[in-house]
């Protein structure tokens, strides 16, 4: 695929080479830390903390349903379907290409990066977000959302990590599974007060606000509990950004060295090395 859009990406890898220093470069650690795995896993538990109370629970199912519908669709289905093995192994022919990807930590990833997960993530829950607060508070401002999704898709042209196509193509599909999520969850409650009204009534009834309430004497302030939920969301993004930096410098590389390239990619499988007495690391694609 890459030989098909080479001129494109080529020269768009070279804009963001042209840029590089070590501000942006700091930047483009931080705003790629939404996309890692483990805030993912973070805010998909807390979406589910958020299915439990009534008010709350329109956002948590887009939280879950658009993370969910985003791992199968992106991570199951498209990448191992299109297979592009990162441009960080398939370029190292471009000397120019490959010091830029130096200059900015070699980040190991994953095996393969068609489309981008990351720009599919910012983007899907951007879209779903943004069509929430557009229509259920009838307020304007969620276009904000996307400004950190772009640079969330930025970022990772900037480290190298991604071809712009790739990014690309993660932020078209993240537009249209955050619409399917918004519009499958706004029929699916729509045609449950219709033809299911008990279940639907059971289901919405259901919450843990008055046990709380109980609790605590009082009713929730809605400021401390919307204050809480910032709070949680950039702890998250600092956990994730804090392993993505001890990764950077303790992660383990691929030992494959093929005849066109050395594997740069993140390598989880150990293999015992009886000649060398050594341990060796393997990504999936070489164990």
Known sequence: MHHV?????????????FIQNDIFT??????TAFGQPEFCIMLFIMGLVMCAFKRTRKIGLLIICTIGLFFITNNLILKNLF??????NALQGNAEYFQWYLNVGAI????????SGHSCFAFSMATALFLWIR?????SEGWMLFIPALFV?????????????????????????GTIVWYALKLIFFTGEKFAPSFTEKCTEA???PR???KLNRKPDTNKVIAIIVLLVICFWAASFSKLIVDMNAAEHCSHQGPDYICMNEADNPVYDEATGQWKYYCDLHN
Do not use: Q
């Open 5 to 17: 859009f080479d001129g494109f990406d080529m020269s768009i890898f070279a804009a963001f080479g």
């Open 26 to 31: 700091w930047l483009a650690h931080a705003f």
């Open 83 to 88: 297979f592009r093995l990162r441009p960080y």
């Open 108 to 115: 190991a990833e994953t095996e393969t990066c068609f489309p």
């Open 135 to 139: 229509n259920d508070l009838k307020k």
């Open 153 to 177: 898709a930025c970022s990772r042209i900037y480290l190298m990590v991604h071809y712009p196509t790739d990014v690309i193509a993660g932020i078209l599909e993240g537009i249209l599974l």
């Open 207 to 209: 919450d843990l606000e």
């Open 212 to 214: 709380l309430e109980k």
